[in-house]
């Protein structure tokens, strides 16, 4: 027998294992392409022929097919688009960790390079609808949605697990109720704001010192219960805080009706301007603030505005062991080179207040380290802009002024704030600005008609919010608005912030840093007409609202009648229905200009009809 397997033909031999190893490199392929599948590789490639660029892949999804009707005009129009697979019902397409794997992009994780935006390249973005997880509901209304949430809308639990003796979050049966705990406030926040306040003397133990503390920044906020509370005193919060361990924990601050935004401090600014907020937050935020020359406390410091607060909670702090009396030691140091002076500090918190002018600056040592930046730098200018470590000086104005000079809250919301004149705005266009958004959200609820309640939305987005005076006439509803302001436009959003409002800079021919299901409510005032001048796919932006916005949540489309008849042929492949049309002459608009309502329909995939029967 030995020497029968020993005539065989080498040759043939040689043949067969060939054979046997491209089967098994096949064998192989196919199961790391099925078992590997990303944020990257999902979307059906049908969808290529209308023109699609957004969210694209390689895959098919759940639905691998995606039915067409033909359209003399605009070729392709989409009967229906697939549903992307379950796992991915969370997805944040420019915050995805899958595709930086996927890219293999170098980034240096001690800079937290990996939690900040790394949006995929055309050819591999998504191009099918998010699904909701299984036995989704319709989110609690506010103000009850602050204490409670339901469960199987976020299903992850761990955190109550890891954070038990903090308080952050407890599972209750089919509900996840929020006491109000957070890492430096296990007692609840009402407790520590109320602390906070008699600290630094304001009036009646009241946060919002008699409304001159209007907009705050809590940095790593956890599940934002320190920005839910301080709602209570007529103060908004951006409570930031990256999708890193503590995964989704913005996803619970925005379904509690809190706001919230993704984002992270290592190597780029913030999407806000200079001089944006009263107080700044850090508690136990494991942010190592004195790191690259101290670029961190550089970055909160260009945000502050003159005479602004930084409230720190921590181990170094109030801790005794050498190390945290080293950290302290160092900080208190850099932040005295940086003129902010000790306001307070009692048990386990210290509060730093930002000088109000510029002459503490113009008094340092010759080479004082942190530098103050170069007078081209422009600190408002954010969008994807290196951090500066460098201390941003005042404007004139605002050193003549001794502070912002802006009027306390609610009088800020409506007064013309000194920095209009950096756009060349006159006080006379702000008031009427305020006048027309005033006529223009009066006629959009007169369209909306029977379908509103008082509790219909809580986070609404301004999609393109110039000077802010859509949100402006909300201020009466228990609403928040997420202001945008266009990357490639007027930087108008530091007058958004000196109004008392909050928002972001944002480019919409890219993903939005937030989780699918957030927004109550989208309004689109010549955002589609922007985004075809850009040369960027309106179906992309369509996809996107989708993502963003929540099931039976709607859209307010203030925009050209033409794209609004492109909009209508998509609406059956989006799960969307009109709810009303209107003519903008009504609003103050060119004649060619439409309002049209939309609403999100509740839609589930077949697993998760089954989970919630």
Same mark, same amino acid.
């Given at each position: 027998m030995t020497r029968g397997r020993a005539d065989v033909n080498p040759k043939k031999r040689l043949i067969t294992w060939i054979i046997v190893l491209v089967f098994c490199c096949g064998c192989f392929y196919a199961y790391t392409r099925s078992r590997g599948s990303s944020a990257l590789e999902y979307g059906s490639k049908s969808l290529r022929k209308f023109g699609s660029s957004y969210?694209?892949?390689?895959?098919?999804?759940?639905?691998?097919?995606?039915?067409?009707?033909?359209?003399?005009?605009?070729?392709?129009?989409?009967k229906s688009f697939p549903v992307c697979d379950d796992r991915h019902s969370e997805i944040i397409p420019c915050l995805d960790r899958n595709l930086i794997y996927q890219t293999r992009l170098k980034l240096d994780l001690s800079v937290m390079e990996h939690y900040e935006r790394h949006c995929p390249l055309p050819e591999k973005r998504y191009n099918c609808l998010i699904p909701p997880p299984p036995g989704y509901k319709v989110p609690i209304k506010w103000p009850k949605s602050r204490d409670q949430i339901w469960k199987a809308n976020i299903p992850h639990t761990h955190l109550a697990t890891e954070k038990s003796d903090q308080n952050w979050m407890v599972v209750k049966g089919d509900k996840v109720v929020f006491p109000g705990g957070g890492t430096h406030f296990h007692y609840g926040a009402d407790k520590y704001l109320a602390s906070m306040a008699n600290m630094l003397n304001f009036p009646k133990n009241s946060m919002n010192n008699e409304g001159n503390v209007r907009t705050v920044f809590d940095a790593g906020c956890g599940v934002a219960s320190f920005g839910g509370y301080l709602l209570a005193y007529d103060i908004l919060t951006m409570?930031?805080?990256?999708?890193?361990?503590?995964?989704?924990?913005?996803?619970?601050?925005?379904?509690?009706?809190?706001?919230?935004?993704?984002?992270?401090?290592g190597t780029k600014r913030l999407p806000y301007p200079s001089r944006s907020f009263e107080l700044a937050h850090c508690s136990r935020c494991r942010i190592d603030w004195l790191q690259r020359n101290g670029i961190l406390l550089l970055e909160l410091d260009r945000i502050l505005r003159p005479g602004g607060y930084f409230a720190y909670s921590s181990p170094e702090a109030y801790a005794q062991d050498e190390e945290d009396l080293r950290i302290f030691r160092a900080m208190s140091a850099f932040v005295e080179r940086m003129c902010w002076k000790i306001a307070v500090k009692r048990d386990q918190t210290v509060i730093w207040v930002k000088p109000l002018t510029n002459d503490c600056y113009m008094q340092r040592e010759p080479g004082t380290q942190p530098p103050m930046c170069r007078s081209d730098d422009d600190p408002d200018l954010v969008w994807g802009v290196p951090m500066e470590a460098c201390i941003t000086p005042y404007s004139n104005q605002v050193h003549r002024s001794k502070g912002s000079a802006l009027a306390p809250w609610p009088a800020r919301l409506t007064t013309p704030? *000194? =920095?209009?004149? $950096? %756009?060349?705005?006159?006080?006379?266009? !702000?008031?009427?600005?305020?006048?027309?958004?005033?006529?223009r959200v009066e006629h959009y609820w007169t369209v909306f008609g029977q379908n509103l309640e008082s509790d219909t939305f809580r986070n609404v987005m301004d999609m393109k919010a110039n000077l802010g005076s859509f949100?402006?006439?909300?201020?009466?509803?228990?609403?928040w608005v997420m202001n945008v302001v266009p990357e490639d436009g007027p930087n108008t959003l530091k007058i958004v912030y000196d109004r008392g409002l909050l928002g972001s800079v944002h480019n919409w021919c890219e993903s939005y840093s937030t989780y *699918? =299901?957030?927004? $109550? %409510?989208?309004?689109?005032?010549?955002? !589609?007409?922007?985004?075809?001048?850009?040369?960027?796919s309106i179906v992309d932006l369509l996809l996107e609202m989708d993502r963003i916005l929540r099931p039976k949540g709607y859209i307010i489309y203030n925009d050209k009648r033409s794209i609004a008849e492109v909009i209508k042929k998509y609406l059956g492949a989006l799960h969307w229905e009109s709810v009303a049309i209107s003519d903008s002459q009504l609003v103050e608009q060119d004649e060619d200009d439409v309002v049209f309502i939309i609403q999100k329909k509740m839609w589930l995939t077949s697993e998760s009809l089954k989970d919630s029967e």
């Open positions: 969210w694209r892949g390689d895959e098919d999804t759940t639905d691998t097919s995606t039915k067409h009707e033909e359209d003399a005009d605009d070729g392709f129009i989409p409570s930031l805080a990256p999708n890193d361990v503590h995964e989704n924990q913005i996803q619970f601050a925005l379904e509690r009706g809190i706001p919230a935004y993704l984002g992270v401090l704030p *000194p =920095r209009l004149a $950096d %756009l060349g705005y006159s006080d006379d266009m !702000f008031i009427k600005d305020t006048e027309l958004w005033q006529r949100a402006a006439a909300l201020t009466n509803k228990e609403v *699918p =299901r957030t927004y $109550d %409510l989208i309004h689109a005032w010549t955002v !589609f007409s922007d985004i075809e001048r850009r040369g960027c």
